[in-house]
């Protein structure tokens, strides 16, 4: 019997699939009707944010100007959060919440430091359209960025002054400026865990910058001799390091942009402009962790 032709013809495609994909109506089955229903931009209250971008000139690159500045001070709001979250845990020894808290901070300054590409788009010329309007208002005067300083041990009372006519400012700044830093606390934890420091250490003036301690390197020095033992210690001590590299590059590509957008000029609130941003790139917030490199 002569082979069948069917087995010499080669496969065809498999049959369509008759169901169609599951997102095909996608669109159709969304809700759509909001009437009655908390939309998405009911729920962000879209309309205020947006409204809150008020140019004050016709310059093209002032809404650059203001969005930037609108975006930087809610990653600073959710930096705040978190470390207000982080540092009540790790006075009470807990340090695995705060170890994720901190990710999360590190995360947020990353964006941070990124807002200064998209600022950097604008050129001198650009700026000098609209710089005069906004009179002496100036970064420097952030309530967020300064609150943000007082958490992480940057100390200075004269800095807290131009919020004095705001009490609902001031008063949680002044709170911050008379409570131990998130160092302080990470310290009080190394006393806590059985690791000497001595008191005038722990219970210092907390309105001042903190002074390097060698009794502070010393007890780094046990955490990063034998990490085994003292794990998450190690994990805190590196987060915090990872907090201040990023600080110090926010502030670095701040001075950047400040130079290539007005040079040495005076800043709009009063400083110095590059000049009190390079002074700044000097502060160090948690001296002994970068020292410990040096002494293991």
Do not use: C
Not at 35 to 47: I, K, V
Not at 121 to 131: G, W
Not at 217 to 229: G, N, Q, S, T
């Amino acid at each position: 019997m002569a082979p069948s032709s069917r087995a010499h013809q080669p496969p065809g495609p498999p049959p369509p699939d008759p169901s169609p994909p599951e997102d095909a109506d996608a669109a159709a089955r969304a809700h759509l009707d909001l009437t009655r229903s908390l939309s998405y931009g009911d729920y962000l209250h879209l309309d205020t944010l947006l409204a809150a971008h008020r140019p004050v000139t016709g310059a093209h690159d002032e809404h650059l100007f203001i969005a930037v500045h609108h975006v930087s001070e809610l990653w600073l709001s959710l930096i705040v959060r978190e470390l207000q979250a982080a540092m009540p845990l790790l006075a009470a020894g807990v340090t695995d919440a705060p170890l994720k808290g901190l990710t999360r901070v590190v995360r947020a300054q990353e964006q941070l430091t990124g807002a200064w590409e998209v600022l950097k788009t604008m050129t001198p010329a650009d700026y000098l359209q609209f710089r005069s309007a906004f009179g002496q208002a100036s970064g420097f005067q952030s309530a967020q960025y300064r609150m943000v300083e007082l958490l992480l041990g940057n100390r200075d009372p004269v800095l807290l002054r131009p919020h004095a006519h705001r009490p609902d400012l001031y008063a949680p700044l002044q709170a911050a400026l008379h409570a131990p830093s998130l160092y302080d606390l990470a310290l009080r934890l190394l006393a806590a865990r059985g690791i000497t420091l001595p008191g005038e250490v722990l219970e210092r003036d907390f309105t001042a910058r903190p002074e390097e301690h060698p009794a502070v390197l010393d007890a780094w020095l046990a955490v990063y001799r034998d990490p085994e033992h003292h794990w998450d210690l190690y994990e805190l001590a590196e987060k915090l390091l990872d907090v201040e590299d990023n600080f110090r590059r926010w502030r670095f590509n701040h001075l950047t942009t400040v130079e290539r957008t007005i040079g040495f000029k005076r800043g709009s609130g009063g400083t110095s402009g590059a000049g009190y941003l390079r002074r700044a790139l000097d502060v160090v917030l948690f001296p002994e962790l970068w020292q410990v490199r040096t002494s293991l």
